[in-house]
Structure formats: C-alpha cells, structure tokens
C-alpha cells in the first residue's frame, strides 16, 4: 500500500538536466509505426488527423494500491507520472480547442495504462511503446531501472507527421501542458 499521494509532486525531487538526448528530434518525422491505445484502436502519429498532434512521454505511472519502486524517486526526473497525465487532462479542452490532439506515451502494457486512464478520467488515449519500436526508431531517451526501459520524460509537439517543438527535460512533471498550450497560441499568432 501507498503512503504517498499520486497526485503530489514530493518537494524533494531530484532536478533532471538536460543531457541533450532530444536534441536530434526537432524537424524529424514520425515513423510508420502503429502503437497500441487505451481507446482499444491503433494510433499511427505519421498520420496526423488535426492540424496539431501532442505525444507526452513518461516512464510509468504507479497505482494506488502499489508503493512506489525502490529508489524510483531518486532518479530525476522519474516520479510525477499522475501529475503530468492529470495536467493533460485538465488542460485537454483547451488544447483541443487550439487544433491538437493529445496522447500519452509509456512504454508499459496497454492492459497497465488502460486501468491508469480509466482511473484518472483521461479523455484521450495512451499509447503503449512496450516493444520499443518507436523508441528506438527515433531514439527517445530511456532510462533502466532493474528490467525496465523507460522512457525520460519530454513532450513532442507535432504539425503534420513532423516533430514541431519539444519540452526536454520536463521539470516538474504537471509543467509541460501549459507550455504547449502556450506554443500553440503563439502559432496562431
């Protein structure tokens, strides 16, 4: 059982800094690769259905009933999974409203984020990146933890197929929702 909250940032969170492994994203285009979604269908980002697509990385989000990893919340960046999605969330209707489309992105099963977004009330799917096909095909940054490739947190901000702008490192995790929704606007302007 947990003794912490989800839905809390602790204060003490180790700073992630930026090592330059995004550097390489800007301008490239989204790969042919189909990824599982929570929604139950199949998500291609190189087939953009908005004038705008919004991809969140995140390593893993933790569940209630579960404490958290040992040592996870010492590698910065990692902890605040809940808090990123759950700002997405909040701030869906606007982004929505400014051409995008949103979709969370792990590399956990999809049968693992379904319950998460269930839970959370997300109005938009997760995609599950478990095979590392869009990871390595454009060389995301991952992190190990014991068995697990995770990926560091970042948000790619797509128009069409191509990778746009992007938020790296993502610090604190609830951060880089308002801040896409802040680029978006100044694209309108």
Not at 18 to 45: F, N, Q, S, Y
Not at 114 to 129: F, G, I, K, Q
């Amino acid at each position: 059982m947990r003794t912490d909250d989800l839905h809390s940032l602790p204060p003490d969170l180790p700073v992630p800094e930026d090592d330059g492994a995004c550097a390489h994203l800007l301008g490239r285009e989204m790969p042919p690769i189909a990824l599982p979604a929570t929604d139950g269908g199949e998500v291609r980002l190189d087939r953009a259905t908005t004038p705008f697509t919004v991809v969140y990385a995140y390593p893993r989000t933790g569940r209630p009933d579960v404490a958290s990893p040992p040592g996870f919340d010492a590698i910065p960046g990692a902890r605040g999974c809940t808090p990123q999605s759950c700002a997405y969330r909040d701030h869906h209707a606007e982004l929505r409203a400014l051409g995008a489309r949103v979709f969370g992105l792990s590399t956990q099963s999809t049968a693992y984020q379904r319950e998460m977004a269930e839970r959370l009330h997300l109005p938009y799917p997760v995609l599950s990146d478990e095979a590392l096909e869009l990871t390595r095909a454009l060389a995301l940054p991952t992190f190990r933890y014991g068995e697990w490739t995770l990926l560091k947190r970042c948000a790619l901000v797509l128009r069409g197929a191509r990778i746009a702008h992007v938020i790296y490192p993502v610090f604190p995790s609830n951060s880089d929702a308002p801040r896409v929704v802040g680029w978006l606007r100044a694209q309108q302007s």
